[in-house]
């Protein structure tokens, strides 16, 4: 009885931790919930994209689980702190260690219980809701049918267990660590101590994040890009880490040597006021901007891959309908379309026959297309994918007649090039650079730049491509369902076939649920952020309110305190934000080669969605900053 | 020479509401350069009170208190904190010395917030240095350094200005008696070089070492003592005698 109400007053009595803490607790509960039932839903599965769909929605709750796991051992290890001196009043006052186990298990198991049930209760609501977002962004109506989704609920509670196990765990550690006296002593050491290496950790930190944004800057869009991007994401976290740890308290320092500098009125107090909160805040300040950085990039990425979907559809076939084989359609298949377009009461327009050399995979170097033959032979460094085209056809296709010389080509690329000579298959060409070809078309729909070389014949060495496409109008069925016909009457693969009705359909499924992904977890990672910054402008409120005093007391008028510490305030809390946009104009350039390759890439548009994004980001921000520095001065008053 | 004096100062706090209290009444005294006052009196007597007042961090709510015929009252809330940096010294008892500074810039922020030349800063710090033995310490940070260092560095912050005043609020109060001594007789030393003192304290041993003693209760100021040529011992003693009688309240 006596433990209940011990446990029910240190809730009160730390009503200003415990209320944030239960509340991310909950909704990281709901989150995970959300993300796992999502992934089992029927309605998902059933999808045509349904699997790729399901591997984004694990990545994403792996990727919440992670991090409901770190921020949960940061709050409790938060509470621990707070709570070390009334654990020491409490075994001073003849609590045994069991009991004070008996107490620390009591509490947690409270809280595990009530913001699993709470959290529960909320996913299971919000779920069906993210279900419906995802059905609206992913373009299709769908009725879902299960209510609770058991499995879920079995892994979100054992997932939350396994959490409040290692963070009891961790409190008893400490428990044992400590004995009464120094359990008091906990909460007014110092910080002036290990930070020895600041000055090696600090040059490290700025290293490492050179070297990531090199990394960055020149990733090039191949397969090896991906692992490199990753490294240079894993760089920018150790890196940001030591910057702000121990690289802002080594610049601090620098400049605090130089006394000319450091003893003006409003330096002395700034720059010795940044170094305590950097040393105090430096690790959250760090992550504060690595969850800022997170969601403008997967923003970013994510809502630019959406409203690139009918560039992406317009590059892979310039027809709504197209088919691609090594022979041309046989004259009966062309009869099977024709029934289906009768059947249907379609209209067709706009018939196009193009023949191609099958594409040479391969990269450009300097003045020279180094081919490394057909799909099959493709390696890290491929980039593109070539195909000739007759001076016949082209004639044809632009109502021309022009004369090529056996060294003359003109080329197409959707990547700009400007050579002017190039040498192609061991032959060397004057080249001529196309603005524009209206056929262009991606023969395996892969993320190899097609590249279109006009020649006056053909070179024999190469076997051909037959690309047959037309565009159409039906009212009776919908587009994809009728492209959908088509194929079958076809009996023709995926790889063969390209409509757009379905392609259409499809990405938007795809780039719909990376979307709904994104969202779910940026949300996820602005809820941490908010609580970091909470628990740390908690902590400084109650560090600042002492200095306050002190300050009015030597003569600082009561004016000049106020603006010296809210400018400090605003100055560590605007670091991570800068920070984070710098990490995101680094990292954009990587993405947009991604985005380049998918034909994804419009720089409008890139420049729009990242300076919407970052600004929604930073007055998000600034209203956190608002809310939490309200609660900072009820703090200090 | 007469530096401060009080003139029927009176402080209500909440004045026109229920909670009103009346924590000074009708105070008249005046210090003159050189003295040592202490003003004795038991806890809630309104000696922090005086003090703040004297000090500039609180306003009478009536009457004047006048130093270097400056009515302190006057001052607005910055002209306050300006002419505070500049001419008075503070020594409080938990020592109120910012954790994010060294020792030496502890000590120089006062200096540093009137933009005193670092060579000035750094002429001035030395001889303090010797007299309140803090050499050891000097370049460590508060948070290192046991109470009686701690308050040693409070004192060193006090006197850098060169203060007509020295104010201290239960200096003692949160250290041994042996430290406690060794801090009172740093204010006996200062106070020969010619530091003007008033010292807030309710222990008649801390009394016992300033010239002067003043008797406060309920707001009021009853006696006014002064040492003479008593030694430590009997200076204490009278002090003493002088609190009975105030406690029993037979005058
Ligand atoms: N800020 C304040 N608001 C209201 N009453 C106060 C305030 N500060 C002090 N008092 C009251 O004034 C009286 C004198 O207090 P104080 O000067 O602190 O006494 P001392 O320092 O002698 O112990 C006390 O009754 C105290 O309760
Ligand atoms: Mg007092």
Redesign the interface.
């Known amino acids: 009885m006596i433990f209940n109400k011990l446990i029910f007053s240190s809730f009160k009595r730390h009503a200003k931790v415990y209320i944030p803490y239960l509340i991310s607790n909950i909704i990281l509960v709901a989150m995970d919930y959300i993300l796992l039932s999502l992934e089992n839903s029927n309605g998902i599965k059933n999808l045509s994209s349904g699997t790729t769909l399901i591997s984004l929605l694990s990545l994403g709750s792996t990727f919440v689980m992670m991090i409901s796991f770190i921020f949960m051992m940061y709050i409790s290890n938060f509470i621990r702190v707070q709570k070390t001196r009334e654990m020491g009043l409490y075994s001073m006052l003849g609590m045994t260690g069991y009991n004070l186990k008996k107490l620390i298990f009591l509490e947690k198991l409270f809280l595990f219980i009530i913001s699993t049930i709470l959290g529960l209760i909320f996913g299971i609501v919000f779920e069906k809701l993210a279900l419906m977002i995802t059905f609206r962004l992913i373009n299709v109506s769908i009725s879902y049918n299960a209510i609770i989704e058991p499995s879920s609920v079995i892994i979100t509670t054992c997932f939350f267990m396994v959490i409040y196990l290692f963070s009891i765990f961790f409190d008893f550690i400490k428990l044992h660590k400590l004995n009464p006296s120094e359990l008091w002593k906990e909460q007014s050491k110092g910080e002036q101590k290990n930070n020895k290496h600041y000055k090696l950790n600090g040059v490290l930190g700025i290293i490492l994040l050179i070297i990531a944004y090199y990394l960055a800057l020149t990733t090039k869009p191949t397969m090896t890009s991906y692992s490199r991007f990753m490294l240079a994401v894993i760089l920018v976290i150790l890196g940001t880490y030591l910057t702000f740890i121990s690289g802002s308290i080594l610049i601090l320092n620098i400049l605090k040597s130089r006394k000319s500098f450091y003893y003006r009125p409003n330096h002395f107090i700034a720059v010795s006021g940044m170094i305590q909160r950097m040393k105090q805040n430096g690790a959250g300040l760090a992550t504060i901007c690595l969850l800022c950085s997170s969601v403008l990039v997967i923003l970013f990425t994510s809502i630019s891959v959406y409203s690139g979907i009918n560039r992406i559809i317009k590059v892979w076939s310039p027809t709504q309908v197209s088919v691609i084989s090594n022979r041309g359609l046989p004259h009966s298949q062309k009869l099977q379309v024709n029934h289906v377009v009768k059947e249907n009461g379609a209209k067709i327009n706009n018939i196009i026959n193009l023949k191609t050399t099958t594409p040479q995979y391969g990269y450009i170097k300097n003045d020279k297309y180094v081919a490394q033959g057909g799909i099959n032979n493709i390696s890290s460094s491929t980039t593109n994918a070539l195909m000739f085209v007759s001076e016949n056809d082209y004639n044809k296709i632009y109502h021309k007649n022009i004369h090529l010389n056996n060294n003359e080509a003109i080329m197409y690329s959707p990547s700009k090039m400007k050579q002017k000579n190039m040498n192609i298959l061991n032959k060397n060409y004057h080249v001529k650079q196309m603005d524009n070809f209206k056929y262009s078309f991606n023969p395996s729909h892969s993320i190899y730049t097609s590249m279109f070389v006009v020649v006056n014949k053909l070179p024999n060495s190469l076997s051909l491509l037959h690309f047959y496409g037309f565009d159409y109008h039906v009212k009776n069925i919908s587009n994809s369902h009728f492209e959908q016909k088509i194929q079958n009457s076809l009996k023709i693969t995926n790889e063969q076939f390209t409509g757009k009705g379905i392609l259409y359909k499809m990405l938007t499924q795809l780039f719909g649920g990376f979307v709904m992904v994104g969202i779910l977890v940026s949300l996820t990672l602005l809820l941490t952020t908010v609580m970091v910054i909470y628990f740390k402008q908690i902590s400084e409120g109650y560090s600042d309110r002492r200095r306050f005093v002190t300050m009015q007391q030597v003569g600082l008028s009561l004016k000049e305190t106020t603006k010296s510490i809210h400018s400090q305030v605003l100055m560590v809390f605007m670091i991570p934000i800068i920070a984070a946009i710098i990490n995101l104009s680094f990292a954009i350039p990587a993405i947009k080669q991604v985005l380049m390759s998918f034909n994804l890439y419009d720089t409008r548009l890139l420049i729009i969605v990242g300076f919407s994004v970052s600004s929604l980001i930073v007055i998000l921000y600034l209203c956190i900053y608002g809310l939490t520095t309200r609660m900072y001065h009820h703090i200090i008053d | 020479m007469k530096l401060l004096s009080l003139n029927k100062l009176a402080k209500i706090y909440d004045e026109n509401t229920k909670n009103a209290v009346s924590a000074l009444k009708n105070i008249t005294f005046e210090v003159n350069r050189g003295d040592y006052v202490s003003i004795m009196g038991e806890s809630g007597a309104g000696k922090s009170t005086l003090l703040d007042i004297i ?1 500039t ?1 609180d306003k009478p709510t009536s009457g004047q208190s006048i130093l270097n015929n400056q009515d302190l009252g006057k001052l607005s ?2 002209d ?3 002419y ?3 001419n ?1 010294g ?1 020594v ?1 008892q938990n020592f ?6 060294s020792n030496r ?1 502890n000590i ?3 200096l ?2 009137n ?1 005193t030349p ?1 060579s000035e ?1 750094e002429h001035r710090i030395e001889p303090l240095i010797k007299s309140l033995n803090i050499e050891k310490i000097i370049d460590r ?4 350094i046991s109470g009686g260092q701690q308050q040693r560095i409070a004192i060193a ?1 006090a006197l850098i200005t060169q203060p007509d005043l020295l104010l201290a609020d239960e200096p003692t109060g949160s250290l041994d008696s042996n430290t406690s001594k060794q801090i009172l007789n740093l204010f006996n030393e200062e106070n020969q070089k010619g530091q003007t003192i008033i010292m807030v304290t309710h222990s008649s041993a801390t009394a016992s070492y300033s010239k002067r003693t003043l008797f406060i209760k309920d707001g009021k100021i009853y006696h006014d003592i002064y040492r003479g040529d008593l030694s430590l011992e009997d200076y204490q003693e009278k002090i003493n005698n002088t609190m009975i009688t105030l406690t029993r309240g037979d005058y």
């Open positions: 000090a961090l809330k910055n306050a904190a300006k505070r940096r500049k008075l503070f409080f109120n010395l910012l954790d994010s500074l810039d120089y922020l006062p540093v917030l933009r670092v800063m940070y508060p948070s290192d912050r």
